[in-house]
């Protein structure tokens, strides 16, 4: 199997927080992972693509230094969302490829709220 | 840079008809991949399809199946013998190749595709 997990599935904050969310992959090991976002009734947008061992690659308008993306192991990337306000809910979901391949398997994604 | 365009934002068919959907893009590349993914009201991504541009043959599933038309861009889905489980968001996406590997995926808007019993 391909098995992606994400941790928390949803979260609700206060505006001014930061929230950490993690994608797993259980069962094969990721070289890459990928974060994307989805409004309610939209399609889903890329946001940053994250290698493991080396810095994340962001998409144009996605800033950095608030989405800050770490992927430490093969198995094991976060997405810290600092600061976080009101407009930065959404729907945030991760996948993950194994090396080589073409695929993607995508985490049931996580779900946040800032109030 | 690429774009994926899905024009049937919603579709109905009874259980067990035939259904096509739509999807068409836009890209300079001469490889890449394409993908149907489903997403059902538990918004979990399912692959349901994908197809190599290199390859001439269309790739099928089981019910389903694709019309891969490279040189008019078009990537239809179609799903045979409809089920009640196949009620969902279907998401056509266009992946250009990443030295051998996987990149990000570039998504349609979608089409919320409803079979009544």
């Known amino acids: 199997g391909a098995v992606v997990s994400q941790h928390p599935s949803r979260v609700i904050c206060k505006s001014g927080t930061s929230v950490k969310i993690e994608c797993r992959s259980l069962?094969?090991?990721?070289?890459?992972m990928f974060w994307y976002r989805q409004f309610p009734k939209q399609s889903l947008m890329l946001m940053a693509t994250s290698n493991e061992g080396s810095k994340a690659t962001y998409e144009q308008g996605v800033e950095k230094d608030k989405f800050l993306i770490n992927h430490a192991s093969l198995t094991l990337s976060t997405l810290t969302v600092t600061s976080a306000h009101p407009e930065d809910s959404s729907f945030y979901i991760c996948s993950a490829s194994r090396p080589q391949g073409e695929t993607q398997y995508f985490g049931p994604g996580t779900r946040l709220l800032v109030l | 840079a690429q774009t994926v365009t899905q024009s049937q934002p919603e579709m109905s068919v009874q259980e067990a008809e035939t259904v096509t959907l739509s999807c068409t893009y836009d890209?300079?590349?001469?490889?890449?991949?394409l993908f149907w993914y489903k997403q059902p009201p538990s918004r979990q991504m399912i692959l349901v399809i994908r197809q190599e541009a290199y390859k001439q043959q269309n790739a099928t599933e089981n019910r389903f199946s694709v019309n891969f038309q490279k040189a008019a861009k078009s990537f239809s889905l179609k799903i045979s013998d409809s089920q009640l489980g196949d009620t969902a968001m279907y998401f056509c996406a266009f992946m250009k190749p990443s030295g051998g590997g996987a990149d990000g995926l570039t998504f349609g808007k979608g089409t919320h595709l409803i079979i009544q019993p």
């Open positions: 069962d094969f090991q990721a070289t890459t």
């Open positions: 890209t300079s590349e001469s490889n890449y991949y």
